[in-house]
């Protein structure tokens, strides 16, 4: 299985930094572990790199608009990088009410909220990095016992430890591998053109894999003035 220590003795053999069969240092150990685990975060912000689209959902509180979400948080569960549709709320008699994404800055220009709302209508994400959490705001409060949904992408994973027995999707190993040998090469060493090659081309398959299928969808206001019976595919 592989570690961080087999991925970063590959990319340095592939640039000439180590010979097959070569060790790292301790001190090497510390210092290529830290700028792995850098390329990896720099990674998580490019949403074709990650892989980790996962749907979770909370018990929401009634009369209750923000929730924490990370480690520790109200919603524990990894900080996500971005809350993506379809999110929505789900009642005890599991119908489903979509909900609609905005931004923190939209939601800070909404109205004072109505008294009386059962169901919120939108949602918005306030990604600001405390202690490795974020806030979800819903808009009107809830005021029923009702189940939140959201879909996210997640950060990538990175190493505790030089050792930690890594478990990847197909084609990561070879990405991080290659990619990894140019990022540690920068400022002092060529790296062969066949090395970047690998490394563009291998990138380049994973975020055609990870990319989102596109489809067309009408906004959830204009669908709902229009009434039933209309498709954005097949018109009235």
């Not at 920068?186 to 090659?197: H, L």
Request: hydrophobic letters at 45%.
């Amino acid at each position: 299985m592989a570690t961080p220590s087999t991925l970063i003795l590959a990319s340095l053999i592939s640039i000439g930094e180590k010979s097959i069969g070569g060790t790292l240092t301790a001190a090497e150990e510390t210092h290529w572990l830290a700028r792995l685990n850098s390329m990896m975060e720099s990674w998580s912000i490019d949403r074709l790199m990650c892989y980790q689209l996962v749907q979770e959902s909370l018990a929401l509180t009634a009369g209750t608009a923000s929730y924490t979400i990370g480690s520790g948080g109200a919603f524990a569960t990894d900080r996500p990088n971005k809350i993506v549709d379809p999110c929505y709320i789900m009642d005890a008699n599991n119908v489903r009410t979509q909900l609609e994404i905005i931004s923190i800055e939209a939601y800070r220009h909404l109205p004072i909220e109505l008294t009386g709302n059962t169901y919120p209508q939108y949602l918005a994400y306030d990604s600001a990095f405390v202690t490795s959490r974020a806030t979800i705001f819903l808009y009107p409060k809830p005021q029923a016992s009702l189940t939140l949904y959201i879909n996210s992408w997640k950060a990538l994973q990175t190493f505790p430890a030089i050792s930690t027995t890594l478990v990847l999707p197909p084609g990561y190993q070879l990405a991080i591998e290659s990619n990894f040998a140019i990022f540690a090469a920068a400022g002092y060493r060529t790296v062969s053109a066949e090395i970047v090659k690998v490394a563009k081309d291998s990138k380049a398959a994973i975020m055609s894999l990870n990319l989102p299928d596109m489809s067309m969808r009408m906004p959830h206001s204009l669908v709902s003035s229009m009434g039933a019976g209309h498709s954005i595919l097949t018109g009235p």
